[in-house]
Every structure is written in C-alpha cells, then in structure tokens.
C-alpha cells in the first residue's frame, strides 16, 4: 500500500474510530477516562494494515524509573502517535521523547494477546465504516 499523509480531517475521524473500539477487549486493563491506555501496539497494527506506512516504537520513561515500549506509526514520512494522550496519566514521565525506532508488525503482535488484535482489527473495520472511512 502506498502511504500517503493522512489530511487533518482523515486523521480526526480515525481517532474516533479508535475512540469507539478501545475496551476492556481490546485491553483488558482498559481505562474509561483515559481510552488509549495500554492500545498502542494493537492500535499501530490496524493504523499500517488500514493506511501503510511503517510501526515505530520508543521507550518511555516511567516515574518509578522502569521502561516500557510504546509503539506508533509513521505514514507519509509523518509521525503519527494516536495513543499519546495515555500519557497524561501520572505514572509517565514527560515529555514523550520519540526515539523512531523502526519496528514491525510482529514486534507489536508480540507484546498483544491474540484475541486483542483480534478484537481490535473487528472493531476497527466496523467503526471505520460507520465513519466512511473504508
């Protein structure tokens, strides 16, 4: 698929579907008030499946000092990070440092129970129709 940048517009009505499929089956340790929580790697999956481009990944840098990966997409030469807002929760150290480092599709599929993605790439399908997107 050839990636091109996503317009402003596109880029919102994605987020809305990603919105409306986030849930505790998508990530069991989902978080109502703060839906991207823990959805970044089955999120930059169906981003590439759905858009192309390519899955990056960064450490981030948590306040007890452990590190954890965090996974986006990068389309048209263009970062897109459709998770970050799970980062206002307190446990993360700010700002995000994007590091870019090239990763793929089954790096993320690793860090994801098979029935999550699963779970997300139905749910995705069906919200991106609902928003005419496909």
């Known amino acids: ?24 089956l998508t990530q069991p340790s989902f978080l109502a008030a703060v839906p991207a929580y823990n959805q ?5 999956i169906v981003i590439c499946e759905n858009f192309g481009g390519e899955i990056l990944r960064t450490q981030v840098s948590l306040c007890d000092g452990s590190q954890i990966e965090h996974f986006y997409n990068r389309i048209g030469g263009q970062r897109y990070d459709f998770t970050e807002e799970q980062f206002v929760i307190e446990d ?7 590091q870019d480092i090239p990763s793929s599709l089954q790096d993320a599929e690793h860090t994801l129970q098979p029935s999550q993605l ?3 790439r139905c749910g995705f399908a ?6 005419k997107l496909a």
């Not at 993360?92 to 994007?98: A, E």
């Not at 069906?126 to 928003?131: E, L, N, P, R, Y």
Request: glycine share 0%.
């Open 126 to 131: 069906s919200a991106i129709k609902q928003h």
């Open 40 to 44: 970044c790697a089955q999120t930059a």
């Open 118 to 120: 699963s779970a997300m």
């Open 92 to 98: 993360f150290v700010k700002p995000l440092n994007y």
């Open 1 to 24: 698929m050839n990636a091109h940048l996503l317009s402003p517009a596109l880029e919102k009505s994605i987020l809305q579907a990603l919105r409306a499929t986030w849930s505790s």
